[in-house]
């Protein structure tokens, strides 16, 4: 008989937050794989637990290399408890190639909830929360994270991102650029923990205030793309989507049909903005 993978939530700060069956599949798992073992040493002690399985770590580096190695414990009858650093495995973190390799040899998967910094920071954005995108991390060069974000511009469901302190500023202000100054957005820092911080405003104020420095773990979420109706869009809003489709690759012709249509307007009005604005010097060249 084959074994059980075990996808387990950790506290993403307070650790009294932990379920607590973390505790019971950490006295008893067979194997228990950790994004950090010191941080999981300081996890089973804060909850009173001594595992009595093989502690073994599971990083980004060796991912590759060892998802087999648990395959085959799992394959053996061994119940192999996976955690990462906070929240759940999988989600930004290691474990999709475990769970993907032990479901193609039709070993059981299953899981304990636990704190998520995505569902936490939803719902304390203040932001519409019935239909939702994660994100995850944005790419760390500017070309390509705009171009991320341009693929996502006229997404209607509210979007949530993970992102470095140090590379919030950039990020802000590239999503202010993309997805309008006043998009409105909340930027939760160090969810659960001491010094918790929700900052709420349009993406232009939020960029102003992180260019100062922020500290913590950062959870970006931001309202979806507004289904305007055609008295809504001015000349500039029209330009501005006719912009982000060209520059995600679409031809102008194409790009002015599309827009036409999502807003509900003649071609030639959406042709005569940019015509406009080109002249102007503040439209596609």
Known sequence: MTGTLVLAGTPIGDVSD?????AEELAGADVVAAEDTRRLRRLTQAL?????GRVVSYFEGNESARTPELVEELAGGARVLLVTDAGMPSVSDPGYRLVAAAVERDIKVTAVPGPSAVLTALALSGLPVDRFC???????????????LREVAEERRTLVYFEAPHRLDDTLAAMAEVFGAERRAAVCRELTKTYEEVRRGP???LAAWAAAGVRGEITVVVEGARDK?????DAAELVRRVRVREEAGERRKEAIAAVAVEAGLPKRQVFDAVVAAKSAGTGPV
Do not use: Y
């Open 48 to 52: 009173g637990v001594t595992p009595r």
């Open 134 to 148: 994660f994100e995850g991390f944005l790419p760390r060069k500017a070309g390509e994270r705009l171009g991320r």
């Open 203 to 205: 993406l232009a104020e």
């Open 18 to 22: 932990a379920p607590p069956r973390l």
């Open 229 to 233: 109706g055609p008295e809504e869009l």
